[in-house]
């Protein structure tokens, strides 16, 4: 274990601690997950530092990514029964069958981005 070295400023010891951020910008969370990283990072600064000093701003941001999935897994089928999507239409009419799925995504993910991402 290293030990924790303190440098002096005025009347003050200030720990010296060093973070690495450098490998952290490069890991892909996925869509969702760095959309919330990056959400946190320009608005969220004190939860951003929590998570980072913690060491669980990846855990929290692969169960973002999790849930955001799942949510789109569970609630794209229901929006898209309830606008009548279907493979029918889509064999019929493809630009109004485009149209429709094109509007329930960006239905569920309004709702993924304000439940999940920027809250």
Known sequence: MA???YTRVGDYYIPDLILDEGPEQDVFYGKY???RRDYLREHRPKLWMVLVNSGKLADHLKGVERMAEQRMDTLLPQFMKAAGVTEE???RD???W???MNNCK???EENIFSELIYC
């Open 33 to 35: 997950g760095d959309l």
């Open 94 to 96: 493809q630009i109004t």
């Open 3 to 5: 030990e924790l070295t």
């Open 106 to 108: 960006a239905r569920v």
């Open 89 to 91: 239409l889509k064999a």
């Open 98 to 100: 485009l149209g429709l």
